[in-house]
């Protein structure tokens, strides 16, 4: 009976033992360095807002020249080199649409970088190649015939009879009238009702 006691204490203790050993071997893990210093906890307050959903959110940039402006105030030009073409973009690989001469009317209705977007006589439209375009301002005859006056009225002699298509330079305007003549000579010739013409 003594025998068995003292070997059920020493099983005991022998169990006691490898318990102790085995919790001395089970070590916690490290813990990280960064997490040794308790962090504040994120301030609310000083995150960024929520932008509002009507309401747009700007967007960085994307590293694009931005473009020029689109609109500008129309204007009457015309074209200032013997040729120009009319393009379907504003630029110089886009297809061509068709062609302009010098001294052809425009209407210059919008800008971009270097190029102008035009309207002429017939409604035709498309972009022009900017340094092609002149300040000078001309107008095409849009009657199949048409008299050019001494002096801006019915009563004043007719001076030259213009035919449809012509283009004749503009030097000013009265009432409804204005004062044409030859574009490359520089010369006044007479006056035209403006309703016959296109340009003023």
């Given at each position: 009976m003594?025998?068995?006691?003292?070997?059920?204490?020493a099983?005991f203790?022998?169990?006691?033992?490898?318990?102790a050993?085995?919790?001395q071997?089970v070590?916690?893990?490290a813990?990280?360095?960064?997490?040794?210093?308790?962090?504040?906890?994120?301030?609310?307050?000083?995150?960024e807002p929520?932008?509002?959903?009507?309401?747009?959110?700007?967007?960085?940039?994307?590293g694009?020249?931005?473009?020029?402006?689109?609109n500008?105030?129309?204007t009457?030009k015309?074209?200032?080199?013997?040729?120009?073409?009319?393009?379907?973009?504003?630029?110089?690989?886009a297809?061509?649409?068709?062609?302009?001469?010098?001294?052809?009317?425009?209407?210059?209705?919008?800008q971009?970088d270097?190029?102008?977007?035009i309207?002429?006589?017939k409604?035709?439209?498309g972009?022009?190649?900017?340094?092609?375009?002149?300040?000078?301002?001309t107008?095409?005859v849009?009657?199949?015939n048409?008299s050019?006056?001494?002096g801006?009225?019915?009563?004043?002699p007719?001076?030259?009879?213009?035919?449809g298509?012509e283009?004749?330079?503009?030097f000013?305007?009265?009432?409804?009238?204005?004062?044409?003549?030859?574009?490359?000579?520089?010369?006044?010739?007479?006056?035209i009702?403006?309703?016959?013409?296109?340009?003023?």
């Amino acid at each position: 009976m003594t025998i068995l006691l003292v070997v059920t204490i020493a099983g005991f203790l022998l169990i006691s033992l490898k318990v102790a050993r085995a919790q001395q071997e089970v070590k916690p893990p490290a813990v990280p360095p960064m997490l040794e210093t308790p962090r504040p906890l994120d301030n609310l307050e000083t995150k960024e807002p929520t932008a509002p959903r009507n309401t747009p959110v700007s967007r960085k940039s994307s590293g694009k020249r931005p473009a020029a402006p689109q609109n500008t105030s129309v204007t009457m030009k015309s074209i200032g080199k013997e040729r120009a073409n009319v393009r379907a973009k504003p630029n110089l690989k886009a297809e061509i649409l068709f062609q302009v001469f010098r001294g052809y009317p425009i209407k210059v209705e919008k800008q971009k970088d270097d190029w102008v977007y035009i309207t002429d006589h017939k409604h035709n439209s498309g972009w022009v190649y900017k340094p092609m375009v002149s300040s000078i301002k001309t107008v095409v005859v849009l009657a199949e015939n048409a008299s050019i006056r001494k002096g801006p009225g019915l009563k004043g002699p007719v001076v030259k009879q213009a035919s449809g298509g012509e283009i004749y330079k503009l030097f000013a305007e009265k009432g409804r009238w204005v004062k044409v003549g030859y574009y490359s000579k520089n010369e006044v010739i007479g006056w035209i009702r403006d309703d016959l013409v296109w340009g003023e």
